[in-house]
């Protein structure tokens, strides 16, 4: 029956597309969010019905829907719909923020320590030494001195670092899942952005003495520390406005969380800085500052975050940049693979920490795979630094943190699966059967220090 409909839809919106093609595009614009919604709640529920989160349904169908596969959606169009993109993910970096408060990040900081030094180390450095053994058969770097190699190398060392709150806010909101691991991986993926910035910040440093003159735009090699510094300060006095505005005002918290999104996302781009870092610490300020208007915030963000996700996700898919992975998809796998195997052991080192819990250690490298948000504006970041080869290693990140991002979900659900956090539906002779999955059920004392 959804199939059907999904057909349907398409073959409405296919014929839409040939009339409306010489319209207006802010027209053409809103039909194709429109068309993108109503697609994306029925990918949702076909995704679910396939034992799959519904946001890689909601990015199949964003990717299936765009200009590089069908084209029902114009390249144009999305671009234009980036601003819709942006909100969404300002509200998902809101909820996440409110999710951490500083007594439990406390409590458990020699796991959260171990943890986030596990997923930023160890990639960053497999990544770099991996590919700075490669560099003379790279594509990228075959005609490159030595010096732009290992800036290349470390380049993509940081990137590896990366990962996405977004992606597991808006997982943890559709699994409902608030047990130590999940919350656990919140913490590192908030970490793991900020230390990439940072990681970023400090190679293009590096990179002005190690490329020949002129291959480093160096009016941009400053521009990560500066934009993540400012984006955090502009977020801390929209907290404190937010707080002051919640005291006055004690209704539709929902739609006014909405309008700030959207506000947010409006000055990220006008002044230049990242909405995802203003929401987030907008969230943690009212999380831990202003704690009763910070309880009204995360029940209005739990009523909202479900579209966010949707529209977020769906325009994600909709922009899904692959043409790089014509010509350097082995490389991308391996950057890929890398990047997993080095998660995985990891957090098998961060469990030796008595304060790491085994289903941590075991599983919890999936709910790091996720790559999106701020990466891409990194990486564009990385384009602007290096004119010379800069857009060829833009194309390779994107496309790798397109696939992370399609699987990094599947991911998250199995991690929280094995860890006995979420319960997975099993169809067995027509009926739904519930039940936990996974060797380590039951909550380790240990990781009570990560919960709320």
């Not at 801390?236 to 959207?262: E, K, P, W």
């Not at 800085?273 to 969230?283: H, N, S, T, Y």
């Not at 602007?384 to 990140?397: C, D, H, K, N």
């Amino acid at each position: 029956m959804r199939w059907g409909m999904m057909l349907a839809l398409g073959l409405i919106m296919a014929l839409l597309h040939r009339v409306t093609a010489g319209g207006p595009l802010e027209a053409r614009a809103t039909l194709a969010l429109g068309f993108l919604l109503l697609a994306a709640h029925l990918g949702g529920d076909i995704a679910k019905g396939a034992r799959l989160p519904r946001l890689t349904g909601y990015m199949l169908v964003g990717f299936a829907a765009g200009p590089r596969w069908l084209g029902l959606v114009r390249g144009d169009e999305t671009v234009a719909l980036r601003f819709f993109s942006d909100a969404g993910l300002a509200l998902l970096a809101l909820a996440a923020g409110s999710e951490l408060r500083l007594e439990a990040l406390r409590a458990g900081r020699a796991a959260l320590a171990r943890v986030a030094t596990a997923a930023v180390a160890l990639p960053f450095v497999a990544v770099s030494l991996v590919m700075l053994s490669a560099s003379p058969w790279f594509p990228l770097t075959v005609h490159l001195p030595l010096g732009d190699r290992v800036a290349v190398a470390l380049t993509l060392g940081a990137f590896a670092a990366a990962s996405s709150p977004a992606v597991t806010m808006a997982m943890i909101g559709e699994l409902d899942a608030r047990g130590p691991v999940a919350r656990a991986l919140l913490g590192t993926t908030v970490v793991q952005d900020v230390a990439t910035v940072i990681l970023l910040t400090a190679v293009l440093a590096a990179a002005s003495d190690l490329t020949g003159g002129g291959k480093l735009n160096s009016a941009v090699a400053g521009a990560a520390a500066l934009d993540l510094a400012a984006s955090l300060a502009v977020g801390a006095v929209l907290g404190y406005l937010l707080g002051q505005y919640l005291q006055l005002i004690q209704r539709d918290t929902t739609l006014f969380l909405v309008i700030v999104a959207f506000v947010s996302a409006e000055a990220g781009r006008l002044i230049g800085l990242e909405p995802a870092f203003i929401a987030l610490a907008a969230g943690f300020y009212l999380e831990n500052v202003a704690r009763v208007e910070g309880e009204r915030v995360r029940s209005a963000l739990k009523r909202s975050s479900p579209l966010a996700s949707m529209v977020f996700f769906v325009l994600a898919g909709a922009g899904l940049e692959l043409r790089g992975l014509a010509d350097l998809w082995p490389w991308a796998l391996l950057l890929i693979g890398l990047r997993a195997a080095s998660l995985h052991y990891g957090l098998r080192w961060a469990g030796r920490h008595p304060a790491v819990t085994p289903a941590l250690a075991a599983h919890g490298w999936m709910g790091l795979l996720s790559q999106a948000g701020i990466i891409l504006g990194l990486a564009h970041l990385v384009r602007r630094a290096f004119p010379g080869w800069g857009v060829s290693l833009e194309t390779l990140i994107v496309a790798g943190v397109g696939i992370n991002e399609v699987a990094g979900p599947i991911g998250f659900r199995k991690a929280l699966v094995r860890a006995g956090e979420v319960a997975e539906e099993i169809i067995h002779g027509g009926e739904d059967v519930v039940g936990t999955v996974g060797a380590e059920a039951d909550v380790d004392p240990r990781a009570e220090g990560l919960q709320k």
